[in-house]
C-alpha cells in the first residue's frame, strides 16, 4: 500500500531566507530537557540569526545567555536555579551581560523569575518569535516577559539554525492534550496542535539537500498528529517523508500506547527507512495506577500493542518511560511494574522516580510513598533494565549480528575507533583503518562482536 499523498516542490517561505546583516552581538542557548527543546533552541537561534544575532561558542563568548528550561521534575528545575546562581557571579564581572530563562520553567514560574535581578527576560515555548524584541529592550535595561500560549503557533516558516551536520530533528506538533495526572506538560507547552504534512515534508526534503541523513519527529505525542485541513494522521505524514527522502533514515518519538494504530505500525513495517524502533512509553505495570495516572490504556492493551508491533516487525526495537513510586503505588504494583519489563523486554528505558508538580492532579492527590521506598523501587527498576539491555547486546554479540549503522565519527577515546548508531539507536564502536573509503554519514555494515548494556562493539564487513 502506498498513499496517493501530496508532496509540494515548493519550498516552505523562511525566515532565514533574507538574513539582516550582522549585529555583532552573539547568543548562547543552553539547552536543558527532552529533544523538542533541542529543536526550540534551533528555532529561537534561527528567529535571532534573521535579525542579525550570532551563535557564540560558548557561554564565556556571549553577549546574550539563554537558558531553555525543563520543568518536568524537580531535579531539573533545581539545575536551572544552580546555574543561575552561578551566572550571577558572571555578571558581576560583565554588567551588560542580557540573561534569558526560555521554556517551560519560563511558562510555570513566570514573574517570580523575574524577581531575581539577574534575569532579564522570560519566555514561554509559544512566545519565541519575541526573542529579538525582548533581547533587544533588555539591552536597553528593561526587563521582560513573554508567556502567552498559542492553540496555533508552530514555527513552521522558521528554519532552525541547526549546528549539528547529519542528524536533525523536525517537530512536526507541539503541546499535549492527554493530561496524564502527574505532567506538567500541558499546562508549560499548551494544547496540542500540528503543522501541516506538507511544511513537514518540504523541511526534510531540504534537509536531505544539505546533507542531513537522518531526522527524527518530535512532538509530545507524535501519534496524535492530524493534519486537519488535509485529512491526514501521523502514518499518513511517515509514509509521506519516507517516500520524499527515500534514503534518509526516518525516526520519530513520543508516541502513546493509545494512539499507536495498527496503521502506523504497517507503515513503519512498509518503508524501509523508517527505523524499526519505538519509544512506547509505559509508566507503570499496574492497571490501578495507569487508571491514578490518567493514561487511558490497561497494561493488557499495551502488551497487545507490542505484539501487534512484534508481528509486523520481528526485529523492532523497544523502549519506555518508567516512573517509580507514584501516589498510593504499592509493592505489588511495583512487582506488576518489573513483571512487564520482563515481558516486553526493552532494548532501555527512561526510569524516573514521581516528583510532583504543582497545579497537576496528582499533586492534590498527595506524595505518600517514602523516597526511601521510592529510591529503593527505582534502583531495582534501572538493575533490572541494565540487565535485559544486557542479555539482549550479549545475544547480539554472540550470534554476531550485522547492524547497519550510521557513521557519527571517531569515538571519544580513540582515533582507531569511530562510532555510530544502528537502526535500533544503539550505540555502536568499531575498528577504524582508514582503508575503507567511507565518510561520516555513510552507512556502513559492522558485524557485532562484544556488546556491554549500554554499547555495542564490532568489525566492518
Ligand atoms: N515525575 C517523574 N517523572 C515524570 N515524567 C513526567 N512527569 C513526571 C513526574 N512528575 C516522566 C514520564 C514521561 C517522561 C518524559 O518524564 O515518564 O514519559
Ligand atoms: Fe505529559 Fe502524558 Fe502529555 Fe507525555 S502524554 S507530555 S506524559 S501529559
Given at each position: ?211 542531513f541523513k537522518e531526522i527524527t519527529l518530535l512532538g ?201 548508531r544502528t537502526d535500533t539507536n544503539k550505540t555502536v ?33
Open positions: 500500500m502506498h498513499l496517493d499523498l501530496p508532496i509540494l516542490d515548493q519550498a516552505a517561505p523562511s525566515v532565514a531566507a533574507q538574513p539582516v546583516a550582522e549585529n555583532g552581538k552573539k547568543v548562547y542557548v543552553e539547552t536543558y530537557g527532552c529533544q523538542m527543546n533541542v529543536n526550540d533552541s534551533e528555532i529561537v537561534l534561527g528567529v535571532l540569526n534573521a535579525e542579525g544575532y550570532i551563535p557564540a561558542d560558548g557561554p564565556d563568548d556571549a553577549d546574550v545567555i539563554l537558558l531553555n528550561t525543563c520543568a518536568i521534575r524537580d531535579n531539573a528545575e533545581r539545575k536551572i536555579h544552580e546555574r543561575l546562581s552561578h551566572l550571577k557571579h558572571t555578571k558581576k564581572s560583565n554588567s551588560d551581560l542580557v540573561v534569558g530563562v526560555l521554556g517551560c520553567m519560563a511558562e510555570r514560574l513566570r514573574t517570580k523569575l523575574l524577581d531575581t535581578q539577574l534575569v532579564d527576560l522570560v519566555v514561554g515555548p509559544d512566545e519565541y518569535r519575541r526573542v529579538p524584541e525582548l533581547v533587544a529592550e533588555a539591552m536597553g535595561g528593561d526587563r521582560g516577559i513573554a508567556v502567552k500560549l498559542s492553540r496555533v503557533e508552530t514555527y513552521d516558516d522558521i528554519v532552525p539554525l541547526r549546528t549539528e551536520g547529519i542528524s536533525a530533528w523536525i517537530s512536526i506538533m507541539r503541546g499535549c492534550d492527554k493530561f496524564c495526572t502527574f505532567c506538567v506538560v500541558p499546562f508549560t507547552r499548551g494544547r496540542e496542535r500540528s503543522r501541516p504534512l506538507t511544511s513537514v515534508v518540504d523541511e526534510a526534503k531540504q534537509l536531505w539537500d544539505q546533507g509530545q505525542n507524535v501519534n496524535s498528529y492530524r493534519d486537519d485541513v488535509a485529512g491526514y494522521d501521523f502514518a499518513d505524514l511517515l509514509a509521506s517523508t519516507a517516500r520524499a527522502v527515500p534514503n534518509m533514515r526516518i525516526r520519530y518519538t513520543t508516541s502513546h500506547p493509545q494512539d499507536m494504530s495498527d496503521k502506523l505500525i504497517d507503515t513503519m513495517a512498509e518503508w524501509d527507512n523508517i527505523c524499526k524502533y519505538i519509544h512506547l512509553p509505559v509508566q507503570s505495570g499496574s492497571n490501578r495506577i495507569l487508571e491514578l495516572m490518567n493514561r487511558t490504556y490497561t497494561v493488557e492493551h499495551y502488551l497487545g500493542r507490542i505484539r501487534r508491533i512484534k508481528q509486523a516487525m520481528p526485529t523492532c526495537a523497544m523502549s519506555t518511560d518508567i516512573i517509580a513510586g507514584f501516589c498510593t503505588e504499592t509493592e505489588d504494583d511495583h512487582q506488576r511494574t518489573l513483571d512487564v519489563m520482563r515481558e516486553v523486554r526493552y532494548e532501555g528505558a527512561y526510569m524516573f522516580a514521581y516528583s510532583p508538580r504543582e497545579n497537576t492532579k496528582a499533586w492534590k492527590m498527595g506524595d505518600d510513598v517514602p523516597d526511601d521506598v521510592k529510591n529503593r523501587r527505582l534502583n531495582e527498576i534501572i538493575a533490572l533494565q541494565n540487565s535485559i539491555s544486557r542479555e539482549i547486546n550479549l545475544a547480539e554479540a554472540q550470534s554476531g549480528i550485522i547492524h547497519p549503522v550510521l557513521v557519527e565519527g571517531p569515538s571519544k577515546r580513540n582515533d582507531a575507533e569511530w562510532k555510530g564502536i568499531f575498528t577504524h583503518d582508514g582503508t575503507r573509503g567511507y565518510i561520516v554519514g555513510d552507512t556502513v555494515q559492522v558485524k557485532i562482536d562484544r556488546a556491554n548494556s549500554a554499547t555495542l562493539f564490532g568489525e566492518l564487513v
